[in-house]
C-alpha cells in the first residue's frame, strides 16, 4: 500500500518548486509571500480563500457520476443551526429589510425513479440587498438564514427577497491578493441551499437569477448553467395568496439514492 499523504504532498511540493525554478522567484518574494500565508491564517481568511480559489475542483470531483441536479461549492458561511420555517415560510428578514421580494418554489424528487420527496429539508442561507451574510457582519443573527420543509407532494416555497450583487470580503489578505492579481472580488447574485431527504445523498447548491452580473466570472468559479433561474414578475399570486409585486422561480431539486457507505469498524 502506497501512501497517499506522501504521494499527494510529494508532487504539491514540487509544483511549487518549478513555479519557483521557472519563474526564478526571489528571495524578497518569498518573503512576501510566507507573511501573507502568515497574514491569511492570522485574520482568519483561511476559509475564505479555500472556497473561494480551490473548493470549486473539490467539489466537481467529488460529484462527477452524481445521477440527480447538479450542486457547487458551500462556502464559508453555512451556519446548521437555523430555524425550522412554517408555512408559508418566511425568510426571517428585518423590519425594513431591502430587496425585490422573491418566492422560490419547487419540488424535491429522487432521482432514481422520479418519485417526490415528502419531508425533505432545504436548509438556506443568503446575502442580504448589500451582500452581508448574518453571523458573519454585524447584521443581526439569524437574518436570512431557514430551513424549509417539504409537503406530502415533494413541494416547497420560500418567500424571501432577491440577494444582492455580492463581492468577497477584500479588505484583507484575500482582497489583497485579488487586487495584486489584478482580479475583481466580485460573484453574482446568489442563494445558497443545501437539500436533503431521508435515503438521499445530500445536495448542496446555489441558484443564481440570470440578470444578475458576474455570471460569467465568479471570482469563486461556482456559477453552473444549470444552476441560472429566470424569476418572472407577478404583481399577485391569489394561489399563494400574495397579493404584492413579487419576482418568482421555479426550480425542481433531484437528490441520488444514498450510497453504500464502508461499515466502520
Ligand atoms: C460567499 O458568499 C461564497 O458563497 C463563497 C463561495 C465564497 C465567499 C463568499
Ligand atoms: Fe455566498
Redesign the pocket.
Known amino acids: 500500500m502506497g501512501n497517499r499523504t506522501e504521494d499527494i504532498v510529494s508532487v504539491i511540493l514540487k509544483s511549487v518548486r518549478q513555479v519557483i525554478v521557472d519563474h526564478d522567484v526571489t528571495y524578497d518574494e518569498y518573503q512576501t509571500a510566507k507573511q501573507w500565508l502568515i497574514d491569511v491564517g492570522e485574520s482568519e481568511e483561511w476559509p475564505?480563500l479555500l472556497?473561494?480559489f480551490i473548493?470549486s475542483t473539490i467539489e466537481e470531483q467529488a460529484f462527477k457520476s452524481r445521477m440527480g441536479s447538479v450542486g457547487t461549492?458551500l462556502?464559508?458561511?453555512y451556519l446548521p443551526d437555523a430555524p425550522v420555517l412554517e408555512a408559508p415560510y418566511e425568510m426571517p428578514r428585518r423590519p425594513d429589510e431591502k430587496g425585490d421580494p422573491l418566492v422560490l418554489t419547487g419540488r424535491v424528487v429522487s432521482s432514481a425513479d422520479g418519485r417526490p420527496l415528502p419531508g425533505a429539508v432545504l436548509d438556506v442561507w443568503q446575502?442580504d440587498a448589500e451582500g452581508r451574510?448574518s453571523g458573519f457582519s454585524d447584521i443581526p443573527e439569524g437574518i436570512l438564514r431557514g430551513k424549509v420543509v417539504t409537503d406530502g407532494d415533494g413541494r416547497f416555497q420560500l418567500r424571501t427577497i432577491a440577494p444582492g450583487p455580492?463581492t468577497?470580503p477584500h479588505e484583507g489578505p484575500t482582497g489583497r491578493l485579488i487586487a495584486a492579481c489584478g482580479w475583481h472580488p466580485w460573484?453574482p447574485a446568489?442563494i445558497?441551499l443545501l437539500v436533503g431527504a431521508e435515503g438521499h445523498e445530500s445536495l448542496t447548491t446555489?441558484l443564481y437569477s440570470d440578470t444578475s452580473a458576474y455570471l460569467d466570472d465568479d471570482i469563486?468559479s461556482?456559477v453552473k448553467k444549470e444552476l441560472i433561474i429566470h424569476p418572472e414578475r407577478h404583481e399577485s399570486d391569489p394561489q399563494l395568496g400574495i397579493d404584492t409585486s413579487h419576482l418568482h422561480a421555479d426550480y425542481d431539486f433531484s437528490l441520488d439514492p444514498a450510497r453504500e457507505r464502508a461499515a466502520v469498524t
Open positions: 475564505l472556497d473561494v473548493e461549492i462556502g464559508p458561511f446575502a451574510y455580492y468577497i460573484r446568489h445558497h446555489q469563486a461556482a
